[in-house]
């Protein structure tokens, strides 16, 4: 099942927990994504693009960052279009970024009710903010075609 996307190695973490440079201030940081999704609009591989998409962003502030709790936060989920979004943050990174990374993704909610072969294909960019200087701000832009692998 492929139900997040993002990137493993966003920011180091020397960098990351560097306090000059801006990205946790006060022990909190603040993640985000702009999240825009193509509807399928029929059974052929046709899309139709949408030229005003709404609010689209997700925005997940983590409190108390350098007391490690968890290895994996998620945001609250947000609907945009017809699917739901979260954004998932491993604060000391995932797979070959472990202890190495920041690690930030993009997840489907409820992935396992798309239909059989039904696919959401979305553009976004990930965002880490930096609040003092906003000059460091890190951000990855991406798309990916989000689908459940039915067995």
Known sequence: MKTEWGIA????????????NGYLVDDCCSFGVEVFVIKQTGKLERLSMMKQPPNTT??????????????RYTSDVQTIGDSKWQLIVYPRGNIRAKNNSLSVFLGLVE??????KGKVYAQYTL??????????????????TFFLLHT
């Open 127 to 144: 965002r880490v903010r930096d609040h003092l200087k906003s000059i460091n701000t890190r951000e990855f832009t991406g798309n990916f």
């Open 58 to 71: 997700i925005t997940f502030q983590l409190q108390k960052y350098s007391v490690p709790f968890y290895e």
């Open 9 to 20: 190695q966003l920011l180091s973490l020397d960098h990351f927990n560097e306090t000059s």
């Open 111 to 116: 992935a396992q009710n798309l239909p059989p």
